[in-house]
């Protein structure tokens, strides 16, 4: 039910489960005395001080007291757990001078989803980091992960929330810029007579360099690349193409024209490759511990056409120089396969003990793979004792809505999605 919170000061606290400003601890139960000023009802047990009205508009009298008699002591009000209304949501934007607007609740809605204080100023952070967007629930949820990582930038919100509307690929976004960079090396050699000669052998060599280090990184599985070095590189590229353009310039000729479109498409696909590696690059950035991990794509050739590997590692501690443990950690893998469809490994690691979890997609594609992993768990055991790790057990479990990695970047508080769900349709 939707009342695990508590509700205590100007509202309830989730940071296990939900941050209102108080950032008092939590507890599950409501404090009958808040859920009388939340809800505008009379909570049991007590005394407002007041008798209720008889008829309709008559006023209510005041009980009276002794005069000079002592004020009896107060007794605690019992505590009553309830359900979390979207009224609640709506009277705390009140208290906190937001209006209560259907986008409004729904944006708060999604704070508290993720364990975000539900204060003004948080709010009006993400506001600023959806303006001038189209405040898509991609959107939303980039505004709402950049402030769990304490990061208010309007650009890295619309870098992150493309990437999370999109999902792209790394993988096949390397084969296209492939593609248009053949295409480019191609025009090039046409074009005899509007660039200098040097200029076009240097450029075609390096760009022949270029397209070998991509074919290495789609067509070895596994192979991984810093993330940072290739950002680097691709930066580098992009100038050096940006700066053949305006050189290229001045020509109405066909061989011209075909030099520019190349550089023009190819430009293109250089920037979706950046935008991709830029989104990585902000997920991996420290945050709260909920959130302090690194992520990474790593295209896997197993598959046809290539798809990618997506690594999270959860990094440990929380302080602002908390790195990777390789012993205390966990490493969530995501990968598409062409027999078992998609698949998600956990592996939790505790003092260099390893309890490994597989999720599948779909029931069949869990009992194939059930008796696959059953089959090579000796083989799995092996390579881990090698590396002086010990492999305690496994679970395999059929999960549609888990199977997927979104769900670990963007870590819900336990069992709050589903308690909220409503909050969002009444909105």
């Not at 490994?345 to 009992?367: A, P, R």
Request: glycine share 8%; hydrophobic share 40%; proline share 6%.
């Amino acid at each position: 039910m939707v009342g695990e919170f508590s509700a205590e000061g100007s509202g309830v606290h989730p940071g296990k489960p939900i941050i209102w400003p108080t950032g008092k601890a939590s507890s599950s139960q409501v404090n009958s005395a808040q859920q009388a000023q939340t809800t505008g009802n009379v909570a049991p047990g007590v005394s407002t001080g007041k008798v209720g009205p008889t008829k309709p508009g008559e006023v209510a009298p005041t009980t009276p007291t002794q005069p000079g008699a002592p004020a009896a002591p107060a007794k605690p009000a019992p505590n009553v757990a309830r359900p979390l209304t979207v009224a609640d949501i709506r009277a705390h934007l009140v208290n906190i001078q937001i209006p209560p607007t259907d986008a409004n609740t729904k944006l708060a809605s999604l704070m508290l989803k993720n364990g975000v204080e539900l204060s003004r100023s948080n709010f009006i952070k993400l506001v600023n980091m959806l303006q001038g967007s189209n405040k898509s629930q991609g959107m939303q949820e980039a505004a709402v992960l950049l402030l769990m990582k304490g990061i208010d930038s309007p650009q890295a919100a619309k870098i992150l929330g493309q990437y999370f509307s999109n999902n792209p690929g790394l993988a096949s976004e390397l084969i296209a810029l492939q593609n248009s960079l053949g295409n480019l090396l191609s025009a090039l050699g046409m074009s005899k007579g509007l660039l200098d000669a040097n200029l076009i052998s240097q450029l075609g060599a390096l760009l022949s360099q270029v397209d070998e280090t991509f074919k290495s990184l789609t067509e070895n599985s596994g192979k991984s690349v810093s993330n940072q070095i290739l950002l680097n590189d691709m930066r580098a590229l992009k100038a050096l193409i940006q700066g053949v353009q305006d050189k290229s310039n001045g020509s109405n000729s066909a061989e011209a024209q075909a030099v520019s479109s190349s550089l023009i498409e190819f430009q293109g696909k250089l920037d979706a490759v950046l935008q991709n590696l830029l989104a990585q690059s902000i997920l991996s950035q420290q945050g709260r511990s909920e959130v302090d991990y690194h992520y990474q794509q790593i295209p896997n050739a197993m598959t046809n056409p290539p798809k990618d590997f997506e690594i999270v590692i959860k990094r440990d501690g929380s302080s602002e120089k908390a790195a990777i443990d390789p012993n205390n950690t966990q490493v969530v893998m995501s990968m598409e396969t062409e027999s078992m469809g998609k698949i998600v490994v956990t592996m939790l690691v505790k003092d260099k003990k390893v309890y490994v979890i597989f999720l599948f997609s779909e029931k069949d594609y869990g009992n194939n793979g059930r008796a696959l992993i059953a089959k090579e768990f000796g083989g799995l055991q092996q390579k881990l004792v090698a590396k002086n790790y010990m492999l305690t057990g496994y679970q395999v479990k059929v999960d549609t809505a888990m199977c997927n990695i979104r769900p670990y970047l963007i870590p819900l508080i336990p069992r709050l999605e589903e308690l909220l769900k409503r909050i969002d349709i009444e909105a």
